[in-house]
T-cell receptor, first 109, second 117 residues
Framework: GQNIDQPTEMTATEGAIVQINCTYQ??????LFWYQQHAGEAPTFLSY????GLEEKGRFSSFLSRSKGYSYLLLKELQMKDSASYLC??????????FGTGTRLKVLA | SAVISQKPSRDICQRGTSLTIQCQVD?????MFWYRQQPGQSLTLIAT?????????ESGFVIDKFPISRPNLTFSTLTVSNMSPEDSSIYLC??????????????FGSGTRLTVV
């Protein structure tokens, strides 16, 4: 089967760096996505990893290791507005998505 | 990126009734997707709607319960039929946001928060 695990909640301080991990068990997938979802709002796209390694986009970076079944999202210079849920999702087939339950990040002043 | 207008944003419905959710996209898209997000749970894909053909349903979801229409390339509806309290959830539509999925990912509608009493 296909399973995605993320920590349920994390807390960090404004200005800090936080790493949100995502582990998965699947036989294969096209790519791995990260989305941000503020409470009561729709998810918004952050990043997509196909190959192993780090993809950097401003304050956000995402890493993938297919051999280890592992990804993380790195958020630098945390801001209060980064308080949200972060969803990891794999694409096991075209137009197929499996989402993790999300990590609720709380940024404290 | 694509802009999706989804309505209603929320509704409270009596069990046994049906609710139709609409999604309007500001550009033509081939595929539209319908998701459910139950409280504290992840997003689960209900079905994929391609214009001009029957929707493709994921395991655990059937057309009689969740009929979908896709009359043109900018619009789709999802109906939640014969509702029970277990159908209380957030329902979202989604489209691939142009070009390669890795560039822009998928865009989601703002969601419909359904409560069945």
């Amino acid at each position: 089967g296909q399973n995605i695990d993320q920590p349920t909640e994390m807390t960090a301080t404004e200005g800090a760096i936080v790493q949100i991990n995502c582990t998965y068990q699947t036989s294969g997938f096209n790519g791995l996505f990260w989305y941000q979802q503020h409470a009561g709002e729709a998810p918004t796209f952050l990043s997509y990893n196909v190959l192993d390694g780090l993809e950097e986009k401003g304050r956000f970076s995402s890493f993938l290791s297919r051999s280890k079944g592992y990804s993380y999202l790195l958020l630098k210079e945390l801001q209060m507005k980064d308080s949200a849920s972060y969803l990891c999702a794999i694409e096991p087939g075209t137009y197929k998505y499996i989402f993790g339950t999300g990590t609720r990040l709380k940024v404290l002043a | 990126s694509a802009v999706i207008s989804q309505k209603p944003s929320r509704d409270i419905c009596q069990r046994g009734t049906s609710l139709t959710i609409q999604c309007q996209v500001d550009s033509q898209v081939t595929m539209m997707f319908w998701y459910r997000q139950q409280p504290g749970q992840s997003l689960t894909l209900i079905a994929t709607a391609n214009q001009g053909s029957e929707a493709t349903y994921e395991s655990g979801f059937v057309i009689d319960k969740f009929p979908i229409s896709r009359p043109n390339l900018t619009f789709s509806t999802l109906t939640v039929s014969n509702m029970s309290p277990e159908d209380s959830s957030i329902y979202l539509c989604s489209v691939e946001d142009g070009g390669w999925a890795g560039e822009n990912g998928y865009t989601f509608g703002s969601g419909t928060r359904l409560t069945v009493v």
